[in-house]
T-cell receptor, first 114, second 112 residues
Framework: NAGVMQNPRHLVRRRGQEARLRCSPM?????VYWYRQLPEEGLKFMVY????????ESGMPKERFSAEFPKEGPSILRIQQVVRGDSAAYFC????????????FGPGTRLLVL | SQQGEEDPQALSIQEGENATMNCSYKTSINNLQWYRQNSGRGLVHLIL?????REKHSGRLRVTLDTSKKSSSLLITASRAADTASYFCAIANGTSYGKLTFGQGTILTVHP
């Protein structure tokens, strides 16, 4: 059973460009979470999605950030018009049917904005 | 803030010694989870302990939870150099639907 997959593992963007981060949950998992980790810090929750639904986006910046988890395909975290402060590691996690279960994390995407 | 806070921030020990890390939080919880992160890598889940549990074991790991003190501890016995990593506690609040709130982590260094 493959784990949570994220791609790309490393992404370099110039200021003003768009960044698209992809996450494929573990097989059988229908809950996806996105977290951001700044250097030397813990992870900060961004958004929680189920298929075709955003359940909790309380950690998402109000502008430029969006997330989706379509019926088919991976979950996408999209950052428009990136700024240097967006440089961080972005982790995706998934869990099976209920949100009270263990979250399994992917290897992360390290975004560097030049 | 309901953020879990780990203590100590950094811990340096010799192989074979035990390592104890503590986590405190401020709100009621549904469960508390411990994760390990090796430098530059993703998070590996270690143990989940529910609010109605007091202690759990997994191999060389022992986790305790004291809801009256709003604290948890992670004990690694007979540590190995390979245990060198950052350790995070994460709390799941019963009303926050899947959101895990992470602490800043404890950096553990085990010297051979």
């Amino acid at each position: 059973n493959a784990g949570v997959m994220q791609n790309p593992r490393h992404l370099v963007r110039r200021r003003g460009q768009e960044a698209r981060l992809r996450c494929s949950p573990m097989k059988g998992h229908s809950h996806v979470y996105w977290y951001r980790q700044l250097p030397e810090e813990g992870l900060k929750f961004m958004v929680y999605l189920q298929k075709e639904n955003i359940i909790d986006e309380s950690g998402m910046p109000k502008e430029r950030f969006s997330a989706e988890f379509p019926k088919e395909g991976p979950s996408i975290l999209r950052i428009q018009q990136v700024v240097r402060g967006d440089s961080a590691a972005y982790f995706c996690a998934s869990s099976p049917g209920t949100f009270r279960e263990t979250q399994y994390f992917g290897p992360g995407t390290r975004l560097l904005v030049l | 803030s309901q953020q879990g806070e780990e203590d100590p921030q950094a811990l340096s020990i010799q192989e074979g010694e035990n390592a104890t890390m503590n986590c405190s939080y401020k709100t009621s919880i549904n469960n508390l989870q411990w994760y390990r992160q090796n430098s530059g890598r993703g998070l590996v889940h270690l143990i989940l302990i529910r609010s109605n549990e007091r202690e759990k074991h997994s191999g060389r790991l022992r986790v305790t939870l004291d809801t009256s003190k709003k604290s948890s501890s992670l004990l690694i016995t007979a540590s190995r150099a390979a245990d060198t990593a950052s350790y995070f506690c994460a709390i799941a609040n019963g009303t926050s639907y899947g959101k895990l709130t992470f602490g800043q982590g404890t950096i553990l260094t085990v010297h051979p």
